[in-house]
């Protein structure tokens, strides 16, 4: 069992930054696909970024050029930074650990408001 920790949320005026934080325990970063889903009010939950086992990295279009996500395989630990943050950014954002359709691992998910 991985247990995921998301941390870094928060309140932000337009154009701020955050950075979240997922630490993993009982399982590491490096082997797994690490991804950062976020879930507006009322909206179906998206996939935001994603860092494979290999180091590739996707990016939602929307987010593309303003988020960045990385890896730190010593402090066991995912990052998604967040810049040029906007309105539409606001929404409880998650953590996925992916090994396998039968190890995959959610966090608590942190809050990140945008709003002047």
């Known amino acids: 069992q991985v247990q995921v920790m998301e941390s870094g949320g928060g309140l932000v005026h337009p154009g701020g930054s955050l950075r979240l934080s997922c630490a993993a325990a009982?399982?590491?970063?490096?082997?797994?696909?690490m991804g950062w889903y976020r879930q507006a009010p009322g909206k179906q939950r998206e996939l935001v970024a994603l860092i494979t086992s290999g180091g590739s990295s996707n990016y939602a279009e929307s987010v593309k050029g303003r988020f960045t996500i990385s890896r730190d395989n010593a402090e066991n630990t995912v990052y998604l930074q967040m810049n040029s943050l906007k309105p539409e950014d606001t929404a409880v954002y998650y953590c996925?650990?992916?090994?396998?359709?039968?190890?995959?691992?959610w966090g608590q998910g942190t809050q990140v408001t945008v709003s002047s």
């Open positions: 009982g399982g590491r970063v490096s082997v797994a696909a």
């Open positions: 996925n650990y992916f090994f396998s359709s039968e190890h995959s691992y």
